[in-house]
């Protein structure tokens, strides 16, 4: 998509998605098949930065590579659990000091 402003032309890209199922495929293309990433990029249209990106995520865990919009490993659903609790216990700490400080400065 092209758009003019001014006498400049300025070009808007629009971001591709792709679902699990065509990046799983893209993948045993390269893997299994013994295509070249240079070839599959080629074929699909999809550059060969995010084929290594791609294949890279798929190497290390292939089961949970690609979870998608809002679609957490169980890992990160974890660290981010442990992250709103971390919170909280630092927000009643701090409660806490300040109640600390209030009551010995009334007893003086």
């Not at 998608?68 to 806490?96: F, M, P, Y």
Request: net charge positive.
């Amino acid at each position: 998509m092209i758009k003019l402003k001014g006498s400049k032309m300025e070009e808007k890209r629009i971001r591709q998605r792709y679902d699990r199922d065509f990046k799983v495929s893209a993948m045993k293309l390269i893997l299994e098949k013994h295509q070249s990433v240079s070839k599959v990029s080629r074929d699909l249209g999809v550059s060969q930065n995010t084929l290594h990106l791609w294949k890279r995520s798929f190497l290390e865990d292939s089961r949970n590579c690609f979870p998608g919009n809002g679609k957490v490993t169980e890992h990160e659903a974890e660290v981010r659990r442990l992250k709103q609790e971390l919170s909280l216990v630092k927000e009643e700490r701090d409660i806490l000091k300040k109640a600390v400080g209030i009551f010995s400065e009334t007893r003086r």
